[in-house]
Each structure stands twice: as C-alpha cells, then as structure tokens.
C-alpha cells in the first residue's frame, strides 16, 4: 500500500507539472463602462486584502474593486486638475503606512497625488505644478523609489520640456523637488513613456527609455534621491529595436537580471512634426532585451523579432505576468495590432512567443497585470473616445477549441412604446453588422415562434458565428457594433446574451 500510496503522490506531482507547463492563453472576463472620455493608462492596487483597479483617462479617474472572477464593480470616479489630462502616468504605492495614487495630469502639467481611502476611493492631497527647474512639462510616467531611509518619486515626460526629474515623497503626499536632468544629445530622456528599477548589492538603478531620441538610459539612484547617469544604448538599423522606444519593465531570473524594452516604431506615426528626426529607417518591429551587468549598465542581449505569427506592432506596454521556475511570462500590449501578445522569458534571457488574442482595441497605455491569490489577471483600456470601456483578462491554460466555432446569441425585446418603423429599422442595423464587420462567419436571425411559455417576454433572436476568440473581441468592441448598439439601445427593454462552442 505504501508503494501505492507514493506512486500515485509521483504521478499526482507529474500531473501538476503538466498541467503548469500548459502554455497560457488570455480570456476575457468582463468589461465595464468608463465615465471619463476614455481610457489611457490603468493601474490596480491593494488595499486591506481588497483589490482596486484605476483607470485614468482625459479629465477623470476611474475607480472599480476587482474580484477573484476578474468582474468590476465601480466604486467612484475623480476629476483631475482643471479638468484636463489625460492620466497618462498613474502609480500606486504604501508610502509610511499610508496609501497614495500618483497621476501624471499630462496636459495639466501637474502630478496629483491621492489618498487612497479603504474603498479605494480617492482624496487629493497634494498638487506639484511644473516650473523652469523641473520637467513636468507634458508629464508621462511615473515610478516610485524606495530607499532605505525616503521614498521617491521619478518623473519622465515628452515634448516640452523633455528630461527627468526626482521627488521626495513626504508623508502627506506631497512631493519635494531632489534633482532634474535635462535631456541632452548623450542621455536618453526625450520621451521617457516607461520606467523601471532594479536593485544590485544594495545599489539602486532606474532605467529609462527615449521615446523622442530612440534609446534607453541606466541612472544609478542615490540615499538623497538624486542621480547621475550610468549608460545609454541607442537605435541601430541591424540589430536593435528602439526607434520610438516605449515600454519598460524588467525582471530578475535566477542570478540573471534583465530589462525588457518595447517601441512603437515612428513609422506607425501620421501626426506632421511629431517625430524630431524624420529620417528614421523601418527594418520591423522587435522587444528587445537588455542584461544588466553588476555596475547597473545595460548590455543588448536578445531580441523577439516580429513576425506572422506575432501581434507586436506598435508597442506601448509589457507587463510582467508571472515568474515562477526561474521562467516569466509577459504580456505586450500593442497598438497598432490591437492585441496583447503573451511570451515567456527563460532564464537565459530568451524570448520566446506563446499566444496572443486580438482585443478588439488599441491599447494606449492601460495594461496592467494583477494577481488575486493564484490567478493572474490583466486589465486593458483603450484611448479610442468611441470605446468608453475597460477589460478584465484572466491568464489560463489554454483550452482546445480545434474544429470548433463560436455561437453568439442575443435574445431581446423592444420597448412597448417603440414604433414598428424603429423596430423594423434596428433589425435591419443589426443584421447590416454582418456587412461591416469581416470577422461575423454568419448571421441569421428571425422572431420568436416557441408556444411554450418560457421565452421571458424576448422577441427576437440574432446568432451570430465566429471562427475564433479574436473575432468575438473584434466584433465587440468593432465601431459599428457600439454604433449599433448607441442607435438601437434606447428602444431595448431587455436583453439576454448566450455564448457557446460547438462543432
């Protein structure tokens, strides 16, 4: 028995590493409606075994509680400084016992910091406006810095005043000028859109990138707060990836630490004379991996070429996923493929693709992972004004849905007071979506016939087929689609949606 008994603990250990082993995919969980204009940048918090997301757009932010499912329920919303933003740098963190929301109010010129209060709403307590000394200007992203003694604010912005400022973070909240860098032609502060931190016995070093000068900077970071630059890596046109470089994050795997650098190639920029230097060359899109060598220095290491198979065009966020065996898996956030592309980073410092769902937006700024127990999530907005929403991701062994299609079914009613001219027309403008959205296979619909009784007072009945996960995300958030439904919600009394895979 004993033999038994071991055997089947051996293969209940096997089973398990299997089942880890699955290679993850993305499933959406819920999506919620936003009050502001729309959703740039996103961020989650914890507070008191409670989960909080933010997401901040142009002249708001958002608060929603997150739960174990990955469902939002909104809890309040919060007007920026003069109205104005968007939030485009938002960071959450413990400072002395105390919970604060930092924003970047890009367009404002300010960083406005909340308390967090034990809903997760928010309480401004403090504003620090921009001045000639420091480069707030257009303020983009934000990182916190704790030192053994204060913590720290960093600072990176675009376009007017280019360069990188730290704060001392007081107890209150606000925030005490340390030390500003401007941006130059040897440092790679013009545009810094990501940040982040890596410790070496006991040393402190921020990395940054540049959007505007397609490079990425290492800082070592000091007790007092300030800093001196250690090293800058800019673009090339054979082997490295920076033009517009954008996301950073970073992670530390076995004795190994890395710096992981995305960029959203100024090709994929239309805007006249936003781009400094014009004469930029496209040989494709690639995240690119740096190791960090013991004095804090970035050393180009590896990179993840783009591909067919690949959705990483047009990045502008990675977040860490998860680490687990000395393995991270990380998601790109992408604008112009509209899509959040998962890959796993070996120990070696080798990233490898796994899969990818089309969203059926463009992400800005907002993607944020978030853990609640044993389950990782990702949170998702778009800058798109038409949109108005935010998405919840929970990251799962992938499911076979191989010969299998997607069934999409809307029961619903009309109002009583609608007229058969209204009637008649939103039949026809729901049933037109099949024309102006490639990814509907089929759409059939007709009005109820059952005898039976149990059809809840709906009327009519809409199916529609997808191939795939990617066209449901595409058709949901498609402009036609929330066309349709802002057309024709007004004379809807009730509505009922069923999803299912079949063969």
Known sequence: MNHIKKGLI??????????????????????????????????????????????????????????????????????????????????????????????????????????????????????MEDTEETHLGTAITLQVIHMKKASYLFVGGLEETPGLSSFKIQNDGKLTHVQSMKDDESIHTDGIIGMFTHVIKGKTFLYTSGFQDNGVSSFRVYESGKFKNVNNISDNTKDRYLTGAYPVTGVTLGENKYVIVGHRHHKYYKRGGFIKRPDFVYHGDAVSIFKVNKKGALIPHSILKDDETTKLQGQTRIEIVSVQNNEAVIAVGTRDDASIQLCKLNEEGILTPLHYLETG????????????????????????????????????????????????????TYKKTATKEQVDAA??????????IPEIANLEWGVNDSTEGHSKGLTHCFTLTFKNEHAREIYLFHKAHLAMVGKIGPIIADVLVLDYWTK
């Open 361 to 412: 937006f463009s992400i800005y700024y907002g993607l944020k992972s978030h853990k609640i127990g044993n389950t990782n999530f990702l949170i998702a907005g778009s800058f798109r004004f038409d949109l108005g929403k935010i998405a919840t991701y929970k990251i799962a062994p992938k499911i076979n849905r191989e010969g299998k299609v997607l069934r999409h079914m809307v029961n619903l």
């Open 10 to 127: 051996v293969l209940f250990f096997i089973l398990a590493q299997i089942g880890f082993a699955q290679e993850p995919m993305l499933y959406r969980q819920d999506f919620k409606n936003i009050t502001g204009k729309n959703t740039v940048s996103v961020t989650s918090y914890e507070k008191n075994g409670l989960h909080f997301v933010y997401a901040g757009g142009v002249g708001n932010v958002d608060v929603y509680s997150l739960d174990q499912e990955g469902i939002l329920t909104p809890i309040s919303n919060h007007e920026l400084h003069m109205k104005k933003g968007p939030a485009r740098g938002m960071v959450a963190d413990n400072i002395n016992g105390t919970d604060f929301l930092f924003v970047a109010n890009k367009h404002g010129n300010v960083i406005e910091s909340f308390k967090i209060l034990d809903n997760g709403a928010l309480e401004r307590v403090a504003l």
């Open 427 to 436: 039949v026809k403008a729901f049933a037109n979506l099949k024309n102006e």
